[in-house]
C-alpha cells in the first residue's frame, strides 16, 4: 500500500489540477481516478459542472473543494498504486504513483492521431478530420466511416480555408489571454464549432465564441451541438444583428456567406463594437444591385448578367471603403478556389483606430456618382462609431 509520504507527493500535484479545472471549467472533461490493488482496479471520476461531484463505488456526490482531498487521500492509503487522469480538451495531464515514486506527465491529446491520416481534395486540412471526428460527425460534416460526406466536401474546404487564413488575422491582432469571437448571423455556426476546434486543442489559446442568429431554428441546434460536444465556452443569441450590441469588446468578428445586407449587419456590428478584427466572406449583393445606376457604363449595364457582376464588386468596394474610413485596415483576397464557390471574396479588416479622410470622402463620391445608400452605413448608427 502507498504511505503517507508518497500521498503527500501526489498532493503536490493534484492541488494543481484542481486549480486548473476551476481555471479552465468551460474546457475541463473530468479527473480519473484509477486505484490498483493487486490486479483489481477501482475507478473513481470526478466532475465538474455547477458543483464538483465524486462518482465513486457506483455512488455519485456532491464534493466540496475544499474536502476533495481529504476523500482522495484517504482511499489512496489502501491501494498499491493510483493513477490520475485530468482530461480537457485538447490536453491530458497524468500522475502516476506508487509506494516509491510520484511521475506527472503532460500528454497533447491532438498528437494522438496521425494528422496525415485522413486527407482528401488534394489538401491537408488545418482541422484534420480524423483530428476533429467527434466535432465534425456532430455538426453533420463526417460520416460514421471516417469520411467527409461527399454533399458536404465544399462546405468543409470552405470552412477549414476560412480558419487557416485566420492565422494571419490572430497574429496582427497579437496574442490574447482569451480571444472572444462573435459569428454575426451564424446560421448553423460550423464555422465557429470548427474554429473552436481549432483555437483550443490545436493552438491551445483559451477562447469564448458567442454566435447571434434571428432564426430560433438554427440558434437552437447551435445550443444543442455545443452541449452534445461539451463546448461549454460557446453560447448562441437569438437576436437582430441590427439591435444587438456586444456586452464585451470583440477580438474578432467573422461572418460565412451571410445573405445580401446581412453581411452590412455583420460589418456594422463589428464597427459598432470596435472589433479588434473583421473578418467576412459575402454572399449575393442584391441591395446595390437594385439601387446603382451609371450613365457612361449604360453599354455593359443593360446586361444584366454584367450588372449584376459589377454590383457584386461595387458592394464589397463601397463596404472597404467605409470600414476604412472609420479605422480599419483592409485587404481583400480570393480565399478560396470559385470551382469551390462564386462567392469566394474574403474582406478582412484590422482596427488601427486612425480614421481615413481620404476613404470617407471616397465613399461619399461613389455613393453620389452611383446614386445608392449602402446598407453599412445604415446599419452603423449615428453616434456609435
Known amino acids: 500500500m502507498m504511505n503517507k509520504k508518497?500521498?503527500?507527493?501526489?498532493?503536490?500535484?493534484?492541488?494543481?489540477?484542481?486549480?486548473?479545472?476551476?481555471?479552465?471549467?468551460?474546457?475541463?472533461?473530468?479527473?480519473?481516478i484509477n486505484l490498483k490493488s493487486g490486479t483489481k482496479n477501482f475507478p473513481a471520476k470526478i466532475l465538474y459542472t455547477d458543483d464538483i461531484t465524486l462518482d465513486y463505488q457506483a455512488v455519485k456526490r456532491k464534493v466540496e473543494k475544499d474536502g476533495l482531498w481529504d476523500i482522495i487521500?484517504?482511499?489512496?492509503?489502501?491501494?498499491?498504486?493510483?493513477?490520475?487522469?485530468y482530461s480537457e480538451r485538447g490536453a491530458k495531464i497524468v500522475i502516476d504513483a506508487n509506494d516509491k515514486k510520484v511521475n506527472m506527465r503532460h500528454e497533447d491529446v491532438t498528437k494522438e492521431i496521425n494528422k496525415t491520416s485522413v486527407v482528401q481534395t488534394g489538401r491537408e486540412y488545418v482541422v484534420n478530420p480524423a483530428l476533429a471526428k467527434d466535432l465534425l460527425e456532430e455538426i453533420g460534416i463526417l460520416a460514421k466511416n471516417g469520411k467527409i460526406k461527399n454533399d458536404k466536401i465544399r462546405k468543409y474546404n470552405q470552412i477549414d480555408y476560412f480558419v487557416e487564413l485566420m492565422q494571419?488575422?490572430?497574429?496582427?491582432?497579437?496574442?490574447?489571454?482569451?480571444?472572444?469571437?462573435?459569428?454575426?448571423?451564424?446560421?448553423?455556426?460550423?464555422?465557429?464549432?470548427?474554429?473552436?476546434?481549432?483555437?483550443?486543442?490545436?493552438?491551445?489559446?483559451?477562447?469564448?465564441?458567442?454566435?447571434?442568429?434571428?432564426?430560433?431554428?438554427?440558434i437552437d441546434a447551435s445550443k444543442r451541438m455545443a452541449k452534445n460536444l461539451g463546448y461549454n465556452n460557446m453560447e448562441f443569441?437569438?437576436?437582430?444583428?441590427?439591435?444587438?450590441?456586444?456586452?464585451?469588446?470583440?477580438?474578432?468578428?467573422?461572418?460565412?456567406?451571410?445573405?445580401?445586407?446581412?453581411?452590412?449587419?455583420?460589418?456594422?456590428?463589428?464597427?459598432?463594437?470596435?472589433?479588434?478584427?473583421?473578418?467576412?466572406?459575402?454572399?449575393c449583393h442584391k441591395d446595390i444591385l437594385k439601387q446603382y445606376s451609371y450613365e457612361p457604363f449604360e453599354a455593359i449595364t443593360k446586361h444584366g448578367i454584367l450588372k449584376a457582376r459589377l454590383a457584386d464588386t461595387l458592394t464589397d468596394g463601397l463596404r472597404a471603403a467605409y470600414l476604412e474610413s472609420v479605422g480599419y485596415k483592409v485587404s481583400m483576397i480570393e480565399y478560396i478556389s470559385p470551382l469551390e464557390t462564386p462567392k469566394n471574396i474574403m474582406i478582412r479588416a484590422v482596427y488601427t483606430g486612425k480614421k481615413n479622410e481620404k476613404s470617407k470622402q471616397d465613399f461619399e463620391n461613389l455613393k453620389e456618382m452611383l446614386n445608392v445608400k449602402p446598407a453599412i452605413e445604415r446599419f452603423c448608427r449615428k453616434g456609435e462609431i
Do not use: W
Request: with cysteine; charged share 25%.
Open 237 to 283: 443569441i437569438k437576436a437582430d444583428l441590427t439591435e444587438y450590441t456586444p456586452p464585451i469588446r470583440p477580438d474578432i468578428v467573422v461572418s460565412l456567406h451571410a445573405c445580401d445586407t446581412a453581411t452590412d449587419m455583420a460589418l456594422a456590428l463589428g464597427i459598432r463594437a470596435k472589433s479588434r478584427a473583421i473578418v467576412s466572406v459575402p454572399c
Open 168 to 218: 494571419g488575422v490572430l497574429k496582427e491582432i497579437g496574442d490574447r489571454d482569451e480571444y472572444v469571437i462573435f459569428d454575426a448571423a451564424c446560421g448553423k455556426s460550423y464555422l465557429s464549432f470548427v474554429m473552436n476546434f481549432y483555437l483550443k486543442e490545436i493552438l491551445k489559446k483559451k477562447c469564448h465564441f458567442i454566435g447571434v442568429d434571428y432564426s430560433e431554428t438554427v
Open 73 to 85: 487521500a484517504e482511499e489512496l492509503l489502501k491501494y498499491d498504486e493510483a493513477q490520475i487522469i
Open 6 to 32: 508518497t500521498v503527500s507527493k501526489v498532493n503536490l500535484f493534484f492541488g494543481g489540477l484542481v486549480s486548473r479545472m476551476e481555471e479552465n471549467k468551460d474546457f475541463f472533461n473530468d479527473i480519473t
